[in-house]
């Protein structure tokens, strides 16, 4: 078949769905919760995020507090027994601070985020240890800080801790993480509780009743429970209702058949925000109560204790990414908004198409809006900001754009590709601002070059 003209090409072509560019008054649901219009100008936790950028530069995070505490609070209230905070959507030392003053319990997946929690006060005994291929070394710095959970996941990783907790003469908790085979509703990346994951033991085929009975048989390790996380971004109940279904009856059934009990169940995380307007919030009473509905049909009410472990849900609305435009091109099908991040502060649009929207800071625009993309500066079509928005046609270089809910996974997934210094953090609270993380400088880049110096190998 002869290749189609451009014209015929154009004419073939699907027109994307544009996201409307939205101020925090036409779509509260995608800003944090003190995000406000004031004379024109954009406010989060009472503080102009002009002024804030004279202070700090561009491109910055920039935390509200008060949101974070505000869900927080929601999920301590969601009929939970037990809430974790994800580490591993964002975690600092203040982060580790503000975790601790809600009473929350932490979920950390590797001996990093462990560490920058224990470092700074955390208590161990409120952390949950995860990870899919944990080091000895980190499972033994696990036993020696006294974690009070860790999830096993793998059976070397049942071998190894089991050692470690015995040479220490303690006895470990720990959950087994199982799969349900329930695919979550969410993007392919983000579904871990499918028949094909690497997470866990599948409950199928008996996989997860032989980690059970393995952790069963080693005197330094106690069941405290079992795990399932079936994936992120999860707005629909049912899945999680199914998945709770099957664990439950899996614990019933190590119950009856080996007389193994476990009185506590850990579901995850994976409650859905809202990114554009008009998306749906999992709000955290409905996620538990989805949990519970699944247990009841298998479970007599209160047999175990249900924790959750929210990352997303819990400081993904609070963030906001602040730009500055650099350039505006327009191209043949739609204008190109360039602004001075990209990729390497926000992963989530080339990774996973995750759609956003944006608004001016420092004024409102009064433009018609224009099929136009705000993408970074980094060497690769792809480095995409927010795909197809309709932006309003006065933005011009020199403004300031506003990017809403990025407080989840995307300072945590930063890096330095083609040697960019990470943005700053910086939580905004009732007309202050406070530095969580400092901004990357071209030395804080140059400290990890080692110039060829000479590796000293050990032969065997
Ligand atoms: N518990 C476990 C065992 C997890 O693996 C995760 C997320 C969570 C809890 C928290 O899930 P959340 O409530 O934050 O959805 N990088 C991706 C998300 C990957 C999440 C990995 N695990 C993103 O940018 O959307």
Redesign the pocket.
Known sequence: MPSPSLAEADALRVAPALTPAASPEQAPEVWPLTARTVDNRLHVGGVAMDDLVRACGTALYVVDEADFRHRAAQWRQSGADRVHY?S??FLCAEMVRWVDSEGLHL?V?SGGELELAVANGFDPARIVF?GNNKSPDELAAAVAHRVGVVVVDCHEEIDRLARAAARTGRVQDVYVRITPGVAAETHA??A?GGDDVKFGFPVREGHAERAVLAVASHASLRLAGV?C?IG??ITATEGLALAAERVGLFVADMARRHAVTVDEIDL????GIPYVPGDLRLDPAEFTAALRTGLARVLPPGTVRIAV?????MIGSAGVTLYRVGAVKDGLRRRFVSVDGGMSDAL?PS??E?RYTAWTAGRTPRGTPVHSVIVGRHCESGDVVVPDIALPSDITPGDLLAVPATG??HHA?ASNYNAQPRPAVVAVSDGQARLMVRRESPADLRRRDAHGEPVQLSRV
């Not at 472990?309 to 849900?313: I, K, L």
């Open positions: 994800a591993k959507a979920d997946c995860h990346y983000m871990t795990h996380h992120s971004q995850g995380g994976g409650a472990e929210p990352g997303r849900s989530r990774l996973y995750a989840a996974y997934m």
